[in-house]
């Protein structure tokens, strides 16, 4: 599968300065988030069931036909979407409306907190 992520996005999640477990939970929620607005073709509301995240990665060249893969990646986006709608609260939004730089605020809050 093609990444949902752009170049110039991924670079921008990369160009964070915040340390390597921070950044790859970044980019995972960045991944999903592109995912979910890619699976319900827009950048608003929450995020789509199970069954609709199954049955389109059942449609994707890359995964057609492999059930057990559908499920366990429709597992995988309903964990980030759960988080999305968790940072989307504190925005005040659907959770498909996040922004990539809402999600590198989020993540320099969780460093912080982590670290500090």
Request: some cysteine.
């Amino acid at each position: 599968m093609q990444s949902p992520l752009s170049e110039a996005e991924l670079a921008e999640l990369e160009s964070t300065l915040l340390p390597a477990l921070e950044r790859h939970h970044l980019r995972l929620l960045a991944h999903g988030l592109r995912t979910l607005q890619s699976i319900t073709g827009r950048k608003e509301g929450e995020p789509p069931e199970r069954a609709v995240i199954e049955a389109w990665a059942l449609e994707q060249p890359a995964t057609a036909g492999d059930a057990a893969f559908a499920q366990a990646f429709a597992g995988q986006l309903l964990s980030a979407g759960e988080q999305l709608t968790a940072i989307a609260q504190a925005k005040g939004c659907g959770a498909l409306a996040v922004e990539l730089n809402d999600l590198v605020h989020w993540a320099q809050a969780e460093a912080n907190a982590r670290l500090g």
